[in-house]
């Protein structure tokens, strides 16, 4: 045949190259793998509390990049397991590895199994939240629906378990109404629920508090042209708003604090009421002390 001695060259290469790729130094590496209880019989539940365990394992250096890390199962025939809890431990066999892949280790090296009856329950819903709302916003009310969903699992599992927490409803830099279509957390002892989904509506508000601010800035309005004004006192002010906008440097920016001049053209001494200008999204609740002592000059003495 035409070329034969080529061709025979070429997969000699391919077999070498192979073979010193596979048969190189090996790579361990750690997949946390899912724990599968199989073939339970009749109206009985097998469960555990450890639903993954952390496998060591090793492949040849070169074989890493394309190792496929879903593939590192645990499955356990339980159908021998006889009623109430039995400590299991792991063989080499129940540990599923892909093709050129050693076990190493497992840990833990053993898991408890509970086998009991199967049951229903309907099972109140709580949403649980990650992140925080956009600056100034809280969270205004949350509504839940469907309350409560069916959940199934062991009996003894179930029997201590009043309530169901969903996957966390992220509500990070929210200030709009917003509606989540979320799953259940995974629970111990709870193998499903129905629905497997629940809708969560959740609903900002403003974050409004209270705040005092000390030595506020004080301005003289209406001072006569000819006289000079010096105030004696300083003053503090109980201030409402949003949380993110009542700042120190925010209130003296938005708000003007001052005493009224108007109809004194004639040093002397003066005690006067401090007043405080209007700022939407500001409520001024007090101001301490109301009234000032106020020294008035004629310009020049």
């Not at 946390?32 to 009985?44: I, S």
């Not at 090296?109 to 709580?126: A, F, P």
């Not at 009043?162 to 709870?190: A, F, Q, R, W």
Request: charged share 25%.
């Amino acid at each position: 045949m035409k070329n034969l001695h080529l061709k025979i060259l070429s997969v000699v290469i391919a077999v070498s190259l192979w073979f010193g790729l596979v048969s190189g130094e090996y790579q361990e590496f750690n997949v946390y793998a899912p724990v599968r209880l199989k073939n339970m019989q009749g109206e009985l539940v097998a469960v555990s509390a450890d639903t993954h365990v952390n496998v060591t394992a090793k492949t040849p250096r070169g074989l890493m990049r394309a190792l496929d890390y879903n593939a590192v199962t645990v499955e356990i025939d339980v159908s021998a397991l006889g009623y109430g809890d039995t400590y299991h431990r792991l063989t080499p066999e129940e540990i599923k590895l892909p093709s050129g892949v050693e076990l190493v280790r497992v840990e833990p090296e053993g898991i408890n199994i509970t086998v009991d009856k199967l049951v229903k329950k309907s099972t109140k819903v709580v949403p649980t939240f990650i992140g925080e709302p956009h600056p100034g916003f809280k969270v205004g009310s949350v509504t839940v629906y469907p309350e409560y969903v069916e959940i199934q699992g062991a009996t003894k599992k179930l029997a201590g378990i009043n309530s169901i927490e969903t996957k966390p409803v992220n509500l990070s830099s929210k200030k709009e109404g917003l509606t989540y279509s979320i799953g259940i957390k995974e629970t111990d002892g709870v193998l499903t629920s129905t629905p497997e989904q629940v809708e969560v509506y959740v609903s900002f508000k403003e974050n409004v508090m209270e705040d005092t601010i000390d030595n506020v800035s004080l301005i003289a309005v209406n001072l006569n042209d000819n006289l000079t004004a010096v105030i004696n006192d300083i003053v503090s002010v109980r201030v409402k708003g949003r949380k993110d906008l009542l700042t120190p440097e925010n209130i003296e920016k938005k708000i003007k604090f001052y005493v009224d001049l108007e109809n004194i053209d004639k040093p002397g001494r003066h005690t006067l009421k401090v007043h405080s200008s209007k700022a939407e999204g500001y409520q001024v609740l007090k101001i301490t002390p109301n009234k000032v002592r106020i020294r008035l000059e004629r310009k020049g003495e």
